[in-house]
């Protein structure tokens, strides 16, 4: 009977560990991440079970006229004076095991479009962005990396 009870207990506590391991594995993606181009800088934090990720920083914050950059291309005019620092980009990322993140969509500022989009991560400080439409087959990948956020003094 005690060797029942030592084995349960074990087991309970393996199911413990595997699954903190796997929390542990899907917050990888939260942070601060430079886009592949280097234009801008993306937060990723987790809300609930999904990620999303806000713009925090540009290369060229500024348009032409010396104003802080709005979405401009986007197909929805009432957003078309919406700053680009602050803007939500990447939306409702879900955990998918073996470091996939899927079943969310990419915002692109550049061309006003939103696409469909799975993440994956190479290691600790390197993901691969995949926006597309309709299957991943027909799509871009972006590599993005990851930087150290400066605490606040």
Known sequence: MKKHLLLFAVILLSGFAFQASAQTQADDIVGLWETGSGKARVNIIKSGNYY??????????????????????????????????GYRMLSSFEYK???????????????????????????????????????????????WKRLEMKKKK
């Open 97 to 143: 095991g073996d470091n996939l993140w899927e079943d969310g969509t990419i915002y692109d500022p550049e061309s006003g479009s939103t696409y469909n989009c799975k993440i994956t991560m190479e290691d600790k400080n390197t993901m691969n962005i995949r926006g597309f439409i309709g299957i991943s087959a027909f799509g871009r990948t972006d590599v």
């Open 52 to 85: 999303y990720g806000r713009i925090v920083w540009l290369k060229e914050p500024l348009n032409e006229e010396g104003k802080p950059k709005v979405d401009k291309n986007n197909p929805d005019e009432t957003k078309r004076t919406t700053p680009l620092l």
